[in-house]
């Protein structure tokens, strides 16, 4: 063959093997898979199962299949999905074989979100409904689910959690050590299940409009089929709670020389719970007695933590590192250390990320600040940032959207400044009685900056101080509560304060006897009081103030329930709510308030009023909490910092000496309206 007809031959079969492989990588890409439709435990024959793609506009419609006698089914995508698309399934309709009543049901509506990359086999029913539903609820409206790509990807990504996709029985987290016996979600979420199978089953005859009467939210409407009905549920999961759980009742009686009840999904609860939240505790990464946290760009967590596993946690020994979970609790961090390094030795409340998602903490530990790049490597030398020894116990930190980093030294009455996040570049900018703001300053703890660049401060007293960024010499006091921790900014620059004392005499009364503590025995013996006194508050012992942005009083403010016993932390959602972390009792709740924008709230609510349960959202895993955080697609998480009082002062018992430091992080799915992050300056909605 001539050299010339021989290269041509080649060219040719090397083109024609491109094609194949294109042709084959494009096949491959086409979603194909294998499933089955169950009901109440049975197959469902003759549903209508549609396979969806997820993006930010409209869902696409990929291909539309029926289910055999056994519920049996195959579906093939007639076109490849958009790159960035999460991938869900809905059957609708059908003949459950465990219906009592025999026939198609057009209440039959269960839901499975699979992702991106889907499993090859995977089940539809109850608990896939109730898995996808609690994560995607800022996303989903009756069989539409649509979102942000990175939004989508987190509430996919917190699906197995709950679910075996392929199985359809429980996922990994949900019953693991942390969380099966430890919180009530698995008792919470088969109760769910329950619920909606009696509808699909048709237990009885008229067990569907039963289940819609009983997840109708406050405005009156009532669910017109399964899917529907877990969406209200999940929307409004504090609204009469126990009309649901009444549902095992009517529709699967204790039969006669029987003691448990024949559900389809256990275990089930014995008593209606406060509100119907599935939340899960995660646990790793190094995390113990986590104080700050912040989310990055990617909806990673970073939190400082104020001890290290192993340690006897005591209040005087803060020898903590940075946690770092990805966005469905997996910890990125080494399992027992965290990171470490860069000055970073026990986590106060500071934490924040820049714009570069750079993550910076201040600590007590090490009296010192600390930054790590996006994947944990120490950018600041081994002592971390101290200005030659001059910082005292380090707290607040944020970054702002000029892109200046500033942070408090409560101990030392400090402000520091960082121009540009430029950590080489620092400097205090005061101290103690030397200048205006630190003059005014009395335990300063956390701050914030509002759309006016104006920073905020919260002080361990009765009042918060102002200052503008370009000179904070001009400072400005206003009145508030007892005590401050927390403060945040809102959308109209309103400023929400938690008071964790509250407002009353009791509460001057303990900023006396802690402000003389702090004078005469130092920081440290003021801690232990502070902390002592609340780890026995309940109820209504705290409160939020609420500052218009020109410093007066919100009406209503102080704000008080019984979701209040220790409030410590407030952020704020995309709808403009509010939520408070607390830190009192062993097992302390966390709180959702009505904000500003009262059209973002439930029917009849005003600013100020408590969204959740009298007692605020409990579910489970929860201890004594420092800072609570928005994800982007929702979920609200929240920090254990300690969890036995007795074991942090003084010398505990041996056995429980490990004890002081808080276990894990606890998520609630879905609950918030999402917020962008990393958050710079006021809360931004998608």
């Given amino acids: 063959m001539k050299p010339k007809l021989l290269a041509h031959s080649f060219a040719v079969l090397i083109a024609l093997a491109i094609c194949s492989l294109l042709s084959a990588m494009s096949a491959m890409a086409a979603v194909s898979l294998n499933g089955q439709v169950l009901g109440a435990g049975g197959p469902i024959a003759n549903s209508t199962v549609t396979l969806w793609a997820a993006t930010a506009g409209a869902p696409a419609q990929l291909a539309q299949a029926r289910t055999g006698a056994d519920g049996r089914f195959t579906i ?51 608990m896939t409904t109730v898995a996808s539903v609690w994560t995607h609820n800022q996303f989903i409206d009756g069989t539409a689910i649509k979102g942000q790509p990175l939004q989508l990807k987190i509430a996919a990504g917190n699906v197995p959690s709950f679910v075996d996709l392929a199985t359809g029985g429980w996922g ?152 770092k979970f990805d966005p469905n609790g997996k910890p990125l961090s080494p399992i027992t250390t965290g990171f470490a390094g860069g000055g970073m030795q026990g986590a106060s409340f500071g934490a924040a990320v820049d714009a570069k998602d750079n993550a910076w903490f201040s600590c007590y530990g090490g009296k010192s600040i600390a930054v790590f790049d996006k994947n944990g490597k120490p950018l600041t030398p081994p002592e971390g940032i101290t200005f030659n020894g001059r910082l005292g116990l380090m707290q607040g930190i944020i970054a702002t959207p000029s892109g200046d980093v500033w942070a408090l030294g409560v101990s030392k009455r400090q402000l520091i400044h960082f121009p540009k996040g430029d950590w080489t570049k620092g400097r205090i900018v005061c101290e103690g009685d030397s200048a205006e703001p630190c003059k005014s300053f009395l335990g300063p703890f956390h701050l914030a900056i509002d759309q006016q660049d104006r920073i905020w401060v919260s002080n361990a007293s009765n009042k918060v101080t102002r200052f503008p960024a370009a000179d ?60 002592t006194t609340m780890s026995k508050q309940k109820g209504r012992d705290g409160s939020v103030t609420l500052l218009r942005p ?118 609630f799915f879905g609950m918030a309206k999402p917020v962008r992050s990393p958050q710079i300056g006021p809360a931004t909605p998608f």
């Avoid at 074989?97 to 089940?123: M, Q, R, W, Y």
């Avoid at 409004?236 to 009686?253: D, G, I, K, M, T």
């Avoid at 929702?634 to 003084?650: E, L, R």
């Fill in 550 to 667: 020109d410093g007066t009083q919100y009406p209503g403010s102080p704000f008080t329930g019984d979701g209040l016993p220790g409030p410590w932390a407030v952020v704020v959602d995309g709808n403009d709510n509010v939520w408070i972390s607390n830190f009192a009792m062993p097992n302390s709740p966390i709180t959702q308030l009505c904000g500003a924008r009262t059209e973002n709230c439930p029917p009849g609510f005003k600013t100020g009023d408590q969204i959740s349960p009298p007692g605020g959202y409990v579910g489970g895993g929860l201890q004594m909490q420092t800072d609570l955080a928005i994800s982007p697609s929702g979920d609200v998480w929240v920090m254990n910092n300690w969890q036995d009082i007795d074991s942090c002062f003084g010398k505990p018992n041996e056995a429980l000496s490990t004890r002081c430091g808080g276990q894990g992080v606890v998520i």
């Fill in 172 to 323: 990994g987290t949900i019953q693991d050590p942390l969380n099966s016996s430890q919180t009530t979600t698995m008792a919470n979420f088969a109760t769910l299940a329950d619920a909606l199978a009696g509808c699909v089953a048709r237990v009885v005859p008229d067990a569907c409009s039963k289940l819609y009467a009983a997840a109708a939210g406050p405005a009156g409407t009532a669910p017109t089929d399964t899917l529907t009905a877990a969406e209200s549920i999940a929307k409004y999961p504090w609204y009469q709670p126990a009309r649901v759980h009444a549902l095992l009742a009517a529709f699967y009686p204790i039969q006669p020389g029987k003691t448990m009840r024949p559900v389809p999904y256990m275990p089930y609860l014995s008593f209606a719970p406060s509100a119907w939240v599935l939340p899960l505790k995660f646990d790793g990464g190094g995390y113990r007695a986590g104080g700050g946290a912040m989310f990055d760009s990617e909806g990673n967590l970073w939190v400082g933590d104020n001890f290290t596993v192993g340690w006897q946690g005591q209040d005087s020994l803060w020898q903590g590192n940075a946690t």
């Fill in 76 to 126: 093939a995508a007639t076109a490849d999905p958009p790159s960035d698309a999460t991938l869900y399934l809905v059957a609708k309709g059908g003949t459950p074989a465990t219906s009592k009543a025999g026939g198609d049901n057009p209440a039959v509506a269960l839901i499975g979100v699979v992702g991106a990359k889907p499993p090859p086999t995977v089940t539809i029913n109850e």
């Fill in 472 to 531: 904070p010499s001009k400072s400005e006091n206003f009145k508030t509560g007892i005590v401050n921790s927390g403060l945040n900014i809102d959308s109209h620059g309103n400023v929400w304060v938690t008071n964790r004392f509250g407002d009353r005499l009791l509460g001057m009364a303990h900023l006396v006897d802690m402000a003389a503590r702090m004078k005469l025995e130092g920081i440290e013996s003021a801690t232990e009081y502070l902390v």
